[in-house]
């Protein structure tokens, strides 16, 4: 089975950066899309971004767009999500997913806390 281990996360200040990381077991282009959520305490998980296997299309949430980029290093089978100008509502225990055909793989998780 597919394994995903996010890394990255902590506490930063508002206005800060955070450069999270996600190595998969497998192949990333054997995926077609990778993608990370986060989830905050009692709320749902919400997709933040997205990209797909060949790297040429991503997908934002408009709430982050502008200051999260995602990327993949295919040769390093990671996926990475570079957060800029972070603000307290982005905290929350952040996610990576891989969806292969109709099956979607998760990992444990990392948390990000956004305070002052």
């Known amino acids: 089975q597919v394994q995903l281990v996010e890394s990255g996360g902590g506490l930063v200040q508002p206005g800060g950066s955070l450069r999270l990381s996600c190595a998969a077991s497998e192949y990333m282009f054997r995926f077609n899309t990778m993608a990370w959520y986060r989830q905050a305490p009692g709320k749902q998980r919400d997709l933040v971004a997205a990209?797909?296997?060949?790297?040429?299309?991503?997908n934002y949430a408009d709430s982050v767009k502008g200051r999260f980029t995602i990327s993949r290093d295919d040769a390093k089978n990671t996926v990475y999500l570079q957060m800029n100008i972070l603000k307290p509502e982005d905290t929350a225990v952040y996610y990576c997913?891989?969806?292969?055909?109709?099956?979607?793989?998760w990992g444990q998780g990392t948390q990000v806390t956004v305070s002052s």
């Open positions: 997913n891989a969806r292969k055909l109709a099956r979607d793989f």
């Open positions: 990209i797909t296997s060949g790297g040429g299309s991503t």
